[in-house]
């Protein structure tokens, strides 16, 4: 089974995607991933982040980078 989390407004976007996908888990997936914005406005860049196994691979990936937000602020 597959299931998408999406979200658009002014909050940091990562960690609210990452709690739904979390609730997701359960579902029994084999992979997962987050694509995000990123950036100042006008030079933003999608950036994807995907693993196989649990969403606590993901976040051992974004962890090891910068702190991304996924902000976009207009």
Do not use: H, W
């Not at 658009?8 to 609730?23: C, D, F, I, N, Y």
């Not at 982040?49 to 993901?58: F, P, Q, T």
């Amino acid at each position: 089974m597959c299931g998408i989390v999406g979200y658009t407004g002014k909050r940091p976007a990562l960690e609210l995607l990452l709690k739904g996908l979390q609730r997701l888990e359960y579902r029994g997936y084999d992979s997962s991933g987050v694509a995000y914005f990123e950036g100042a406005v006008g030079s933003e860049r999608l950036e994807v982040r995907k693993s196989e196994g649990r969403l606590a691979n993901v976040r051992k990936l974004l962890a090891n980078e910068q702190a991304a937000s996924g902000v976009s602020a207009e």
